[in-house]
Structures are given as structure tokens and as C-alpha cells.
């Protein structure tokens, strides 16, 4: 076995901003660090560091990779084992041959009132098996997308190199804990990553649970990524946490827009409205899981005119805010969320929120369906597809 360097490492990594030095390794991050300053509590840095999409990829015909490696996952309570599977998944040329699943390292206590508990834990060194192969072949090494990882120390069998694969359309992805995907089993089986994976693109998932808040910071990280096509899922948290009224929120859209597309000039962006959630279609926000394990809404007296959002009224706001905006940009698209999962697929979500891994690769079969369709959705996409 042979050591790798980190600044070699460094330069294999996909699906990231930027690389983060931090005591004893590297952290990939998908938020940059310059956005912490501009972030509202930490749980957004804390959620965006998982590495959600990240990968290694190297050409190599190594059979045996090690990595030496810190992986701090979330947990509900103290003591507790967290609610979702983190695991290290290799690929070779598209195929899993190894799946390594995390169940040491430090954890993060995510309390009902948004403070936290850490508990420690060690560093772990996981060991990857790969085929024996007559020479170099891609491989990718897909990161936890539930977990932060730490990198201390990576060792092969063989040489690490830059892969030569042809170049794929390149789509990055924004949205809530749905887009996070938390629930699905393994990396590669987020709905965005399954429909990445369909449509033979490669995909950079800004997705960050709970913050989809049409924060400028990420609006600015969005337009900083190289990008083919961009995707947007937008509204939900905004219910969720209760955060904006009416007349905040359809600026903001605007602002978030006006960001993205300054980064991104006559590349298509396609905004998709929120999936179903019968439990806050028309009861705001904010949710909180109640004895039931369910996911609700907070029910009050809500006045006409208030400007009191609901997920429905988002929706309603969404499509209001994108057709004006076509008029203007013919790059502009508009997708409907309950094309995607809809009130007669809310049996699949497992909390009433949150779909279950079914109900993941169900959204990524339609939205799949969708971006190969004709108009809307299918019209962005052919332009790269």
C-alpha cells in the first residue's frame, strides 16, 4: 500500500466548492467557508457538510483502497444511533463492488430547540475492496451524504490518477432535506443522484436540509459552480420554519434568481415548486414532529391578507414569481413539484414530510421522465442531454 498525498487527493474530489484544511486532514465542503459568516445559525454549516454527491474519482487499477478518515453523523438523542445509514460506496466504471457502512465516530446531538450535543468519537480506517482488473479503470469512491467526512490518510494498492472519462453535462441541484435525501440507503440513491445517474449527468447536489431559504450566500455558491443546466426546488422550508411572509418571500425568489443567473448567463434554470405534503398544503408553518412521528403544521387563525404562507401558497407564488420572469429570460423554466410526488404518493412519506427510499426513486423516475418529455422541464434539458 501506498500513501497519497492530500493535495493529490484534493485534486480527485467531485461534487464539492472547495477543499477545507483543517487539524490532521482535508474536509470537502459544498458550502464554502467564506459562507459562515453570512449564516444564521450553524446548523447550516452543519448540515452542509455532509458530503452530499461528494466522490472520489481516479483511474486506477488499485484492488485495495484505505482511507483514514473522521465521519461525524447526526444523532436524535443522546446515546442514540442516528436515523440514517452513512456508508463509503465504490463504483467501478459505473458498477458497486464495495459498500462500507459507518457505524463509529463522533456524533451530533440535533435537540428539539435547535441546540446541540456533541459526542465523541474516534477517527476510522475503511477499507475498500475493488476487482482485480488488467489496468486502469474508473473508479469512484462516493462519501457519506448523511455524515461530514474528514480526510486524514488515503492508501492504494496502485496509482491514483485523473480520470479521463468523457465529459458529461454538468447539472447542479438546490433544494431542502428532500433533495438531502437523507432516508436513502446509500449515496448513489438520492433522487437527484438516481436521476443524475439515469440521464448520464454529473451532478454537484447543493441540497442542504432544512435551509432552503433563499439565503444570498447560496444563491452566490450556486452561481460559483460550473454549471450546464441548474436546478432549483424551492418553498418548502420557508413553510417549515415559518420564516417569511408574502411579502418577503417573493423578492427574495427574485434576488435568489437575479444571483444565480448573473453566474450563469444563457444557462438553462429550471425552478420546481414543492412536492406534497398534506400536512402543511394549507396550514402554515412552523413544523415540528409531534408524539405520532409525524411531521405538522402549526394551525392558527389566518386573516386574508396577512401574507401567511402555506406550501400551497408557495407554489402559487413560485409560478406568479417565474412567468413574469420568462417574459425576460428565455433560459427560465418552471416545473411542477407534484408532477413529481404528489397528494396520492403521500402514503410514501414515512414522517409527512419526508419520502421514504421508495418514495425517493420514485421522484427521480418521474423527474427522469420529465427532463426527457417535450416542453417545460424536457425543453431545458434537451439542451444538454
Do not use: C
Not at 484505505?66 to 456508508?87: D, I, K, N, Y
Not at 476510522?124 to 490518510?153: C, K, M, Q, T
Not at 454549471?227 to 435568489?256: W, Y
Not at 404518493?345 to 427532463?371: M, Q
Request: proline fraction near 8%; charge should be negative; charged fraction near 20%.
Amino acid at each position: 500500500m501506498r500513501e497519497v498525498p492530500l493535495d493529490s487527493v484534493a485534486t480527485l474530489l467531485r461534487g464539492i466548492t472547495e477543499v477545507e484544511s483543517v487539524p490532521g486532514g482535508i474536509a470537502p465542503l459544498r458550502l464554502p467557508a467564506w459562507t459562515r459568516v453570512q449564516q444564521f445559525d450553524e446548523w447550516i454549516d452543519l448540515w452542509g457538510a455532509h458530503t452530499l454527491g461528494v466522490r472520489l474519482v481516479t483511474l486506477t487499477a488499485a484492488t485495495r483502497l484505505r482511507l483514514a478518515v473522521t465521519v461525524t453523523r447526526m444523532a436524535p438523542a443522546a446515546g442514540e444511533e442516528p436515523l440514517f445509514v452513512a456508508g463509503f460506496l465504490v463504483t467501478v466504471d459505473g458498477a458497486v463492488v464495495d459498500h462500507a457502512v459507518v457505524t463509529e465516530g463522533p456524533r451530533i446531538v440535533t435537540r428539539p430547540d435547535r441546540s446541540r450535543l456533541d459526542e465523541p468519537g474516534p477517527s476510522i480506517v475503511v477499507d475498500l475492496e475493488l476487482p482485480v482488473a488488467g489496468g486502469p479503470r474508473e473508479v469512484d469512491v462516493w462519501f457519506p451524504h448523511s455524515a461530514s467526512v474528514v480526510i486524514h490518510r488515503v492508501e492504494a494498492d496502485a496509482a491514483l490518477e485523473t480520470a479521463t472519462s468523457p465529459a458529461r453535462a454538468r447539472w447542479v441541484h438546490h433544494g431542502s432535506s428532500i433533495s438531502h435525501s437523507l432516508e436513502a440507503p446509500t449515496p448513489r440513491e438520492t433522487w437527484p443522484q438516481l436521476a443524475a445517474t439515469e440521464l448520464g449527468l454529473e451532478l454537484t447536489n447543493l441540497a442542504i436540509a432544512g435551509n432552503a431559504q433563499l439565503d444570498p450566500f447560496m444563491a452566490r455558491t450556486i452561481a460559483s459552480v460550473p454549471a450546464d443546466i441548474v436546478t432549483l426546488k424551492l418553498g418548502v422550508n420557508v413553510v417549515n420554519r415559518d420564516s417569511m411572509r408574502d411579502r418577503a418571500f417573493t423578492p427574495a425568489l427574485h434576488g435568489f434568481l437575479d444571483a444565480v443567473r448573473a453566474g450563469h448567463p444563457g444557462v438553462p434554470i429550471v425552478v420546481l415548486t414543492s412536492i406534497a405534503a398534506p400536512a402543511i398544503e394549507t396550514v402554515p408553518g412552523p413544523t415540528s414532529r409531534h408524539a405520532d412521528g409525524q411531521y405538522h403544521g402549526t394551525p392558527r387563525d389566518v386573516q386574508p391578507g396577512d401574507g401567511t404562507l402555506t406550501l400551497a401558497r408557495t407554489r402559487d407564488l413560485v409560478v406568479e414569481a417565474v412567468t413574469r420572469r420568462q417574459a425576460m429570460d428565455a433560459d427560465l423554466y418552471l416545473g411542477d413539484g407534484l408532477e413529481l410526488f404528489g397528494p396520492a404518493d403521500s402514503h410514501l412519506l414515512w414522517d409527512g414530510l419526508h419520502p421514504t427510499a421508495e418514495g425517493y426513486a420514485l421522484i427521480a423516475r418521474r423527474f427522469a421522465a420529465l427532463a426527457r418529455s417535450t416542453g417545460g422541464v424536457g425543453e431545458a434539458f434537451a439542451r444538454v442531454l
